[in-house]
């Protein structure tokens, strides 16, 4: 064994030690990588275990579409190795911070502008290892589809937060960049005009891949933007420029052909979360996410009389909006009558500088039903009986 084997080894060892010996002691454990979404949950508790030493890409066969890599290893890392073969990933994980790393990408389960169009972190998880409660280092899937067999408990893992257990290791399915991409970008379209157009597009062969909506104070005059990014062969998306842009001519809108490395970076600060819509309007604004059917209609939420601003993803799906955390029952009842749910992504800064995030005392994610809560709950027990690890946290 070299010594760098060696190192990762004892890395391991140290692990499933701090593992075994938190559920003897009952010592709540924070598992944390890059810390880049610490923000996002509902508590941070226990003791911080970092996962960043044990970090490094195992394999990666770009003719297979599927890399392996160590939970500590850096997002940014990985994505620029993809990149030099032509890869990627195609659900754009957001980063939130320079320190983003692999294990946390699957643990939050979040994705970018396209994950309407090619699916989720889950969707791409073919794989994993993980140290559950009692110290076992477990091995579920593979690195291909066919080994899933049974329960895809690898999958489970995504979005759980790090209360499933330790992610060692995660395989990936990786896919080539498209060779043609292109983005509409629509002036003047309403929300509703967006909203229509885009659940018509989903319905024909077109080469959707992210779309968003916003009324854009920052331009001059303040109006309705509507973007929609092409990707796939150069010839579909070409001909889905021509047909989709006759359509909104059509509703009178002005419309503009944008290629990738004129708006990349946008897409990118959408993702992110730093285009200007994202800056609270309040020190006591709070930024809730809204998960609703594609279909669902406009959402009127007020507050206090007023429209609260909103930034369209997903083609329809996702749903931002800023509103304080008094505004709980109505942001929460809107999300419900459409079909959905409401989480409370980012507290307002005023409470941020007090003890213990107040905001987040009206509760950060829709409480689940019984059915669903038991299910959680018998989930939990089997993989960490002590309940060691992130309590709280979802």
């Known amino acids: 064994m070299n010594p760098m084997q060696d190192t990762l080894q004892h890395t391991l060892q140290d692990f499933t030690d701090r593992i075994l010996q938190a559920s003897q002691t009952g010592q709540p454990l924070r598992l944390r990588g890059g810390g880049t979404k610490d923000f996002l949950g509902q508590s941070l508790q226990g003791e911080v275990l970092d996962t960043t030493a044990y970090s490094g890409i195992l394999s990666y066969e770009p003719s297979e579409l599927v890399i392996t890599v160590r939970c500590g290893t850096p997002l940014a890392a990985v994505e620029a190795a993809l990149a030099e073969k032509g890869q990627s990933f195609a659900f754009e994980p957001p980063h939130f911070g320079a320190g983003a790393t692999i294990g946390g990408m699957v643990a939050a389960g979040l994705s970018g502008p396209a994950r309407a169009s090619v699916g989720t972190v889950r969707d791409f998880v073919l794989g994993a290892r993980v140290i559950n409660g009692k110290g076992e280092h477990l091995t579920f899937g593979g690195q291909v589809m066919k080994n899933v067999a049974g329960y895809d408990v690898s999958r489970l893992l995504a979005g759980s937060w790090g209360q499933l257990g330790l992610i060692t290791e995660v395989s990936l399915k990786v896919l080539p960049v498209a060779p043609g991409e292109a983005t509409l970008v629509c002036a003047g379209v309403s929300q509703a005009q967006a909203l229509k157009l885009i659940n018509q597009w989903g319905g024909q062969p077109l080469p959707l891949n992210?779309?968003?909506?916003?009324?854009?104070?920052?331009?001059n005059p303040a109006q309705d933007f509507f973007f929609v990014r092409l990707r796939g062969a150069v010839a579909a998306v070409d001909a889905a420029v021509t047909k989709m842009s006759?359509?909104?001519?059509?509703?009178?809108?002005?419309?503009?052909?944008?290629?990738?490395?004129?708006?990349?970076?946008?897409?990118?600060?959408?993702?992110?979360?730093?285009?200007?819509?994202?800056?609270?309007p309040t020190e006591q604004d709070c930024l809730w996410r809204l998960s609703v059917p594609q279909t669902a209609p406009v959402l009127d939420v007020r507050v206090n009389g007023t429209t609260c601003a909103q930034y369209i993803e997903w083609h329809g799906a996702q749903?931002?909006?800023?509103?304080?955390?008094?505004?709980?029952?109505?942001?929460?009842?809107?999300?419900?009558?459409?079909?959905?749910?409401?989480?409370?992504?980012?507290?307002?800064?005023?409470?941020?500088?007090?003890?213990?995030?107040?905001?987040?005392?009206?509760?950060?994610y829709t409480p689940l039903n019984a059915v669903q809560q038991r299910i959680q709950n018998e989930l939990k027990k089997q993989f960490d009986p002590a309940g060691i690890f992130n309590p709280g946290r979802a």
């Open 246 to 280: 006759a359509e909104v001519q059509a509703l009178g809108a002005h419309v503009t052909r944008m290629d990738s490395a004129q708006v990349t970076a946008d897409w990118h600060a959408s993702g992110e979360q730093t285009l200007d819509f994202f800056k609270a």
């Open 210 to 219: 992210a779309s968003a909506w916003v009324h854009d104070t920052t331009a």
């Open 319 to 364: 749903r931002w909006l800023w509103a304080p955390a008094s505004a709980v029952n109505s942001v929460r009842e809107a999300a419900l009558k459409a079909g959905g749910h409401a989480t409370l992504f980012r507290t307002s800064a005023a409470s941020r500088q007090t003890l213990g995030d107040v905001d987040k005392q009206v509760g950060v």
